[in-house]
């Protein structure tokens, strides 16, 4: 049997688009909202409030890698950035760029896997586009998604909201997706069984703001890592972090593949990790209730907010010294998320 | 001076992203909301309310071209996407895919450009993403757009809403986009003075529904044209059209272009009109509120709903016969939207 691929008249917006969308969207994808097909997804929010809105671009190589693909990172990724205003999602949307010729069967598995992944979230995609580009003009598949979300009263969680005396929480190992990413790519020739952590973290966000509704603040450790979100609140506040190094969790096989490629685990990427500024008298009990939950059953305080050296961030390492740690100006390696 | 050129640390997440970001996007898109610079945007929406979400990839080729660029249209596109739903824009977030490789000087002219739309929008970018991928992995750049915004109440705008008896009105001439673009590519060695209609159409919907509140249908006829969206209105509906070939505004250059090269200028894309479908006692009316909007200036009924032949579009023919309108299997041309 040959493969169907898609063909650039599946983006020209005549018959065959219609019939990509119902063929193969729909199924995946079908809720009443996107069923309309109109231009755009009209839905109530229940009651006057603060709305969360956001975007990321997903351009992952390889498509698929050991815990994920494209289309589980695209809905995590949007997902866990409304849940880190504390935001309860509304609906997702999901444009998608193929490269023509891209085949029907790896983008249904894509769309199952967003389905999926979805569904974990319990969150809706209510609007979408496909566009088909040239061969060569894309490689593979594009997606990008963006949410809507609405901050429940009360909740008013900012980067710029870290204070001196704040606890520094993290919801788990580090490292993971950008380590698994990486040896799918095969350009290191190593081998390993790390898998990507991502996950949809807005069930953990809303356990967390039970327990502490005035929490000061939420990111949560892609691009840049750990090191890079700290310095970003640390700038932010207008305040210094200090972390201990022996406290933070990095998985032995993910410290193993650092040491190999001369890496710093703290800068690597992660797709289901949160780190949390908490006032410290609330810290201990939030931790205790995350490890209530699956995705954060590792949670544990790694540092405190300080109000000297602001807009820095110190590592106190094992051996008792302490440690600068500053964005990249670039990246450790190839791009992966 | 040498050019500068985008580089793939650009897109690390590190100290190169953040330079970007303040250096060149910020400039343009300064706002609030965007400067907090946290994951998500978290804005308020005034009053309980439905919200209209959507969104759309652009992927056109050339960049520039008469009458617009990438940048405008992203902006354009998701602002009418918005109107047609009756929708007030609360907001937009912006994704950027880069080829490495990209120079700075074309990105600055783009978000410039954006800048301006935004501007003639009277709407904010308020979330954005960057990603940059490696040489030959994208061709240039691709930008997907979001959009949220508010629907007034007593607004009810829907494809599934025509009526028989509903007149069909056609905001100005069609094609233009379309043709604009195409002879851009330079494909066809043809060589004319059509600009594109590339224009956010907030502006005159809002003053549509100020005239027709109850108005039941509005779309734009972008990918696909006239033809496919009066076709996917009748599907929705469950109703026939007929339109007057005599009375639908396509200004001759157009028409030349289209016989020169054997097209139709119904399935033509365009990015500044909107076809709505209007109570037969309102149509009148508003078709003389719209002439005063200069996006309006060309209003004109072109034909009305019916209640026969459900699903189809008819066209009258200048010589008196009908012609059946069905949206094309794939594309006219190398797609250009």
Known sequence: MKTKKILLAHGAGGKLSHDLVHRLFLPYFDNDLLRQMDDSAVFSSEKAGRLAFTTDSFVVKPLFFPGGDIGRLAICGTVNDLAMAGAKPLGLSAAFIIEEGFPEETLEKILQSMQEAAREAQVKIVTGDTKVVEKGAAEGLFITTAGVGIVPEGVEIQSRKARPG???????????????????????????????????????????????????????????????????????????????????????????????????????????????????????????????????????????????????????????????????SGEQFPRIC
């Open 166 to 328: 704040d606890r520094i929480i993290l919801s788990g190992f580090i490292g993971e997706h950008e380590v698994a990413v990486l040896i799918a790519r095969g350009e290191f020739s190593i081998k390993g069984e790390v898998k990507s952590d991502c996950a949809p973290l807005n069930g953990l966000v809303e356990m967390m703001l039970e327990t502490v509704p005035e929490l000061h603040s939420l990111r949560d450790p892609t691009r840049g890592g750990m090191a890079t979100v700290l310095w970003e609140i640390a700038n932010a506040s207008g305040v210094g972090m200090v972390a201990r190094e022996e406290l933070i969790p990095v998985k032995s096989e993910v410290r193993g593949v650092c040491e190999l490629l001369g890496f710093d685990p703290y800068f690597l990427a992660n797709e289901g990790k949160l780190i949390a500024i908490c006032p410290e008298g609330a810290a201990d009990r939030l931790v205790l209730r995350m490890r209530s939950h699956p995705l954060g059953k590792d949670a544990v305080i790694i540092g405190q907010v300080s109000g000297e050296n602001p807009g820095r961030v110190l590592l106190q390492t094992r051996i008792g010294g302490h440690r600068i740690l500053e964005p990249l």
